[in-house]
């Protein structure tokens, strides 16, 4: 690469093997190792500027490492994410996760002064389920990722930490005969039709009740999912699904097709023809998930004699139920909106030994 010098203190101007330009200026040298701030351009031109503005930010004032304290830093970059349109839940749990734990515990120490010591200290300290401690710690080390992208610290203390880990409780799903006692339990709940799709397609409840009639193709017996229903501070927003998987096109069967038919029927009878989305309130309004927990769900469960699940055991059981069948778990994944089927495999294994068994059975047939 090429090396455009300048007077020290002043920073340096790299050309990169890539023809792009990287821009360094020394922040000084903290706990033994120099601090520096980076930043790339695509000219060099760009780069000049961009340096003038590295120094003047520097300059005038901008926080050092050795000013800044972690509470400030957090506080830094949970801002930059709200300026990056980061999603309003995930900003909330950040929130939340600062001001009840990471604050408390470490916010008084000088970011450059952080160590991994102090991070396995804080996280001995604090009283919280393993889960919390869990996303505490993603929350820290995500932030201290941004600080030495930023040039503020040399390195992630996070990095050679103790990570908090949480034990998942094995998922045992609803019994077949089960999920018959439930829809005939609900068959005439006006909401019956969101209870069939989710034991028969697997849809997250923020899918199901951000479905349009738009949505539904009755011809071809599909339905594509183009958003999701979240609550956001006690209000329900309706926003497109967090990655690519989740927008998928998903066919289903004619018991689906005749719940769904039955849902339309309903929605012109209560007078909320109008209303876009297939599963509304009785107003026309968007459904709350609490409030569809508390009227439908848990009363039906309640009524059967069955353990208190809450609703998104019908996720785990329709990939149960579709496992069970032989259906393969790439077609799983797909139905289920996963990223890739690892992730299904790695949720559902235990749910397809039998399947191990059976075809050791097959292979024993062919060759004993």
């Given amino acids: 690469s090429q090396l455009r010098k300048r007077p020290n203190g002043d920073g340096s101007v790299f050309q990169l093997p890539d023809g792009s330009w990287r821009v360094v200026v020394s922040c000084g040298i903290v706990n033994g190792k120099r601090i520096r701030r980076t930043r790339h351009a695509k000219t060099r031109e760009a780069a000049k500027a961009a340096l003038a503005d590295l120094m003047k930010e520097i300059g005038g004032g901008i926080s050092t490492p050795t000013e800044i304290t972690v509470a400030e830093w957090m506080q830094e970059w949970i801002d930059a994410m709200k300026a990056a349109n ?20 470490l916010g008084g120490c000088n970011l450059a002064d952080l160590t991994t010591a102090h991070i396995d200290a804080a996280f001995r300290r604090m009283k919280c389920g393993a889960r ?69 397609l697997g849809m997250r409840q923020g899918e199901l009740f951000g479905l ?12 594509t999912i183009h958003q999701q229903a979240c609550e ?10 967090k990655t690519d998987s989740g927008h998928r096109t998903i066919a289903f069967s004619d018991t689906v097709a005749e719940a769904l ?44 004699g069955l353990n208190h699940h809450g609703f998104h055991i019908t996720r785990h059981t329709a990939a149960s139920l579709m496992l069970g069948a032989g259906v393969p778990v790439h077609v799983v994944s797909k139905i289920l909106g996963h990223a890739n089927p690892s992730i299904t495999l790695k949720l559902y294994a235990h749910l397809m030994e039998h399947q191990a068994e059976a075809a050791a059975k097959i292979i024993d047939e062919m060759i004993g």
Avoid at 165 to 179: A, L, M, N
Avoid at 212 to 223: G, M, S, Y
Avoid at 232 to 241: E, T
Avoid at 278 to 301: D, Q
């Fill in 86 to 105: 980061m999603a309003e839940n995930s900003i909330l749990s950040y929130q939340a996760a600062t001001a009840n734990h990471i604050v408390p515990n």
């Fill in 132 to 200: 919390t401690k869990e996303l505490v710690f993603t929350v820290l080390s995500t932030s201290l990722r941004r600080a030495v992208k930023k040039g503020m610290l040399a390195a992630n203390p996070c990095a050679e930490a103790d990570r908090p880990t949480s034990t998942r409780k094995r998922i045992v799903p609803i019994k077949p005969e089960d999920v018959k006692r439930i829809l005939a339990h609900l068959k005439s709940d006006r909401l019956y039709a969101a209870v069939v799709i989710a034991f028969a």
């Fill in 212 to 223: 349009r009639w738009a949505d539904i193709n009755f011809k071809k017996n599909t339905l």
């Fill in 232 to 241: 956001v501070a006690g209000r329900i927003v309706l926003k497109k699904p």
């Fill in 261 to 304: 038919r039955a849902r339309r029927a309903a929605a012109l009878k209560e007078g909320n023809a109008a209303c876009d989305l297939v599963f509304c309130n009785e107003r026309g309004g968007p459904v709350r998930r609490s409030n569809f927990g508390f009227a439908v769900w848990r009363p039906a469960l309640k009524s059967l």
